[in-house]
């Protein structure tokens, strides 16, 4: 997970399991109540495998798969949205 912010959350996860005490996704929760509200997550995964570590349902993370010269730009949008 990547988060614009002073502080980094601990990055702790591979594509289709993690190795902390928590999801990614419960991580990110206790982020955003603890650091950062606003925080916003890109996760880019470069092929469609059907899972990804962010919750599709949460409006400040983006799941993206694949890549292309247009990502730049949606990304930034996201970000500053």
Not at 23 to 37: I, K, N, S, W
């Given at each position: ?78 970000i500053r949205s």
């Amino acid at each position: 997970m990547t988060s614009v912010s002073r502080s980094q959350p601990r990055a702790c996860c591979s594509a289709k399991t993690w190795a902390c005490r928590a999801h990614p996704t419960q991580e990110l929760d206790a982020y955003r109540r603890t650091v950062a509200g606003e925080t916003r997550v890109v996760v880019a995964a470069m092929t469609a495998a059907g899972y990804s570590i962010g919750d599709p349902r949460d409006e400040g993370v983006l799941n993206v798969a694949g890549l292309d010269a247009s990502l730049p730009l949606i990304v930034n949008g996201f970000i500053r949205s």
